[in-house]
């Protein structure tokens, strides 16, 4: 095999070959590759963005819970201590009740509207470090830590805001009064302070109160049903585990915001899969338009081909001349595309993220899904050229020649 | 001994039915000779060359190149030997019609060791030899019939090979034209080099020193030529 001549040859046929031809075989692989990406890093974004979502609006990084056989944390030096653990940027602790809530918009007993609903409690100025509710306030405002009366309703509870569970809200808004009916027994009225609107459903159909407010419906002082902590190194969650169970939290159940994303969980292995299905048939059809594209230029080349061989070229010489060929689109429609997704897609949807039901959504282009798109389209490029090539090649001189 | 060749037979097989083409050919040639390979279509001449050039096999017999076996050689083997002992001149010129005079003519030396400045140097030594200093950077499509012939004689020189084989060179070209090529394969005869022209002509063939003729698969007459023709000049024909 002679490397030289073939890049020789396939350097000429490139050069002196049909520009428009050129110009639409290096478009096609560019945008086979861009489609490659694209819908890894869309499916890849769309993920991002529904644990995003879930990390900033309800689970924060680390969720520690009660005991099996206990219904507050009750280790009050442990959950002061927590805070001083580095690297932790804050920590909430919650009560948690689940409370008839009732709307009666004239006070006479009619129409009331009423249904269940999650009421947290919360210590503002900490669910400000761990949470970003108080950044999704659509009415009113946030909550104040010496506010007693005042209630935080998320938008599906509020009703009147798009939200999916219209059919089941109340039907308020900012100012007005609802009953709440706890599991104690105790009930008491509350001014509807601020209506919020994240991007996540579980969240918008919570209530808030204060911890104080709280604390004084449940006769309870410094415990919690749970306690969210925010980290600096989203991913490293396990380290910090391991530190708050040695501030003797031992029995209490400490579960990261990834063991809590059941759905996510699904729907990321089921987005990986559609992503697969998708790459495999771009790649494919990317391999076809490649070996179309070198078969119909083995066709007619048939004659040199026989004259190459005459003069005394080697197969494998020839072969390599058009796989050189059929690299070349591959590999220039990877620059290209690489080109086009970082210096334009990408920063454009950065810019203008798509407006999904489950946040906004971005591309979430990684290191390795350039790798495997590289290597998928070359791949294509290779196996697509090889295969003509060798059928040329591999025919008698005579034929080459003279058909 | 440059060529040997013994009870050569050839036979094509196309959807079952077969064509016997040669049916048993043999003789010897001699280093420095100039033959003509002669006969009417269809005698199987031009498929003797192809089997002499090695771009073709036998169906059977022996042939012998410089006292090796060919039948023996692999692909590769007969590729380099097509490529540093043979030179071919097409009637259909067959040259690549997107490089020019000079790439064509570089184009056999790209396997040896030369520099690429080594390589046109040569390359432009042989076109200066066939009269086409002139066409360096022209494509064949700009050359006349005569001048890709030349392009493709400089092409067969280029490798310095042991033996030329012509398949119908003037069969393309006007009379003129013709006689300037034969005019070259004299002189590279005189130079040394054994040509092998396959013709039907009967004037083409007696610029050989020895006329080989073919009919329907077999040599019927193999005899030596007692009254050449010479191109004079290099565009006129002499007795």
Redesign the interface.
Known sequence: M?I??AF?LAI??IK??NKGTLAMTILIMTLAYVNLVFIASIFGGIVEAINKEAVDNQYSNIVIEPAIDEKYINNKDAIRQIETIPKIIGVSSHYIDNPIVKYDEHKDNKDVKSSRWILKSINPPDEKKVTKIHESIIEGSFLETTDRNQILIGKEIAGGYGGDLDHLSLGVSVGDEIDVFFNNGINRSYIVKGIFSTKSTQADQMLFITKKEMESILKVHNWASEILVKIEDTGNEDVYIEQIRELGLKKEDIKKWSDLMGFTSGASKSFTMISIILGVIGTVVAGVTIFIIIFVSVVNKR??I??????????DTIILYFVIQALFYGVVGVVLGVSLILFVIRPFFISNPLDFPVGWVSLKVTFNIIKISNLSLIGAALIGGFFPAYRGAKE???KS?WG | MLISIKDLKKEFVNDEVVTKVLHGISFDIEKGDFISIMGPSGSGKSTLMHILGFLDKPSSGSYHFEGEDASKLEDDKLAEMRSEKIGFVFQAFNLLNRVSALENVMLPLIYTSKTKKERMEKAKHYLTEVGLEHRFGHTPNKLSGGEKQRVAIARALVNEPHIIFADEPTGNLDSKSGIQIMKILEDLNEKGHTIILVTHEKQTAEYAKRIIRLKDGLVVKDFVVNNRNIAKNGDELVK
Do not use: D, H, V
């Open positions: 002679n030289k001549t020789f000429t046929s002196r070959g004659k040199q026989g004259i190459l061989k005459a003069i005394g070229m080697e197969e008698s001189i005579l020649i």
